[in-house]
């Protein structure tokens, strides 16, 4: 592996580790609105919006990572 190989797999690292950062705090800020009985349901649907993106982001990265070669 080269070092620009190298440099780029450490920031896909670094992207991913906040990606998921990211989807666990929207996590937990989606099930405290949903906790409130006065929750405002437009918010409420962007934030499971974002949390879907995140998370097709972070499948994303994961497989240029570890790439699923079959034989």
Known sequence: MTELDEELRQRVEARLR???????DLDLAIHRL???PL???FALQR???RKLLLKDQIALLSRQLDPDIRA
């Open 18 to 24: 906040e990606l998921k950062l990211e989807h666990r």
């Open 34 to 36: 949903i906790e409130d």
């Open 39 to 41: 929750h405002d349901q």
């Open 47 to 49: 934030m499971k919006k």
